[in-house]
């Protein structure tokens, strides 16, 4: 609860499961979420789906379903398996329901450092604002329990 408290209250508007080498959008500017250190403290909870997969594309169809279940979601663009640097990606934008206002999201996914494994990174920033009041570690959040879901259903275990 008191983490949750303090997660509304940080001014941060850009969450990701990877702040080394974060997931960058498809569309917009580079960029890099700030605040790091206070990031890693406050949403260590928040870390990268690693799926027990060899197939790519296999993974990234059920990223991509989830990302499409999800509520106020648009599917914006994509970057299919298939590319020359052995990753994927989508990016998505979330319109909040009380006022309307947009949220960049890009899922990434790449082979695991050992063979037979995907890592899912996922990466939610406000278009406006500097802080989101927890909203976007929240989407992360919701986004990776609908992809565990997915990946069980399809008979894919997560590492």
């Known amino acids: 609860m008191l983490l949750g408290l303090l997660r509304r209250l940080l001014p941060v508007h850009d969450i990701s499961t990877d702040y080394e080498d974060p997931p960058q ?18 949403y260590a909870d ?9 197939e790519l594309a296999v993974v990234y169809a059920a990223a991509l379903d989830a990302a499409r279940s999800m509520p106020c979601w648009e599917i914006l663009e994509e970057q299919q398996p298939g590319s020359s640097n052995g990753t994927a990606s989508f990016q998505a934008v979330a319109t909040t329901k009380a006022m ?60």
């Not at 050992?114 to 604002?129: A, M, Q």
């Not at 927890?134 to 986004?143: F, T």
């Open 46 to 54: 928040i870390t990268p789906t690693t799926v027990a997969a060899s």
């Open 100 to 159: 309307r206002f947009k949220d960049d999201i890009v899922v990434r996914l790449g082979q695991g450092r050992g063979s037979g494994s995907v890592v899912v990174d996922v990466r939610s920033r406000s278009r406006i604002g500097q802080g989101d009041i927890g909203a976007n570690g929240a989407r992360i959040l919701q986004y990776q329990r609908k992809l565990s879901s997915l990946l069980q259903e399809r008979h894919l275990s997560k590492l």
């Open 25 to 42: 959008f498809l569309q917009g500017k580079p960029s890099r979420p700030q605040l790091v250190g206070l990031l890693r403290l406050f």
